[in-house]
């Protein structure tokens, strides 16, 4: 076999393997894991200060870049050359 099929049949035996090893080794059942990372989540999203709403999308007009950035990117697509203009 060669080398790099070697490697990544290694690397599905050892994934199956760890899967098995945690799935027999869980402390809880699938719904407690779930029920728990869950209950964790909304606590750090509580301590964050998300409240788990979207935020809300910005309009295009309200978006400001200042003008010393739009004269950098002109000035640097002066200077690059085209694929035209390289051949």
Do not use: H, Y
Request: aromatic share 4%; hydrophobic share 45%; net charge negative.
């Amino acid at each position: 076999m060669k080398k790099g099929c070697v490697f990544f049949l290694g690397v599905a035996l050892g994934s199956a393997i760890g899967w098995i090893a945690g799935v027999l080794s869980a402390p809880r059942s699938g719904q407690e894991t779930m029920s728990a990372l869950s209950s964790k989540a909304i606590e750090l999203s509580n301590i964050m200060g998300f409240n788990g709403s979207q935020p809300e999308p910005v309009a295009d007009s309200e978006i400001t870049v200042p003008a010393e950035a739009v004269a950098e990117d002109a000035a640097a697509e002066e200077s690059t050359p085209t694929a035209s203009e390289e051949a």
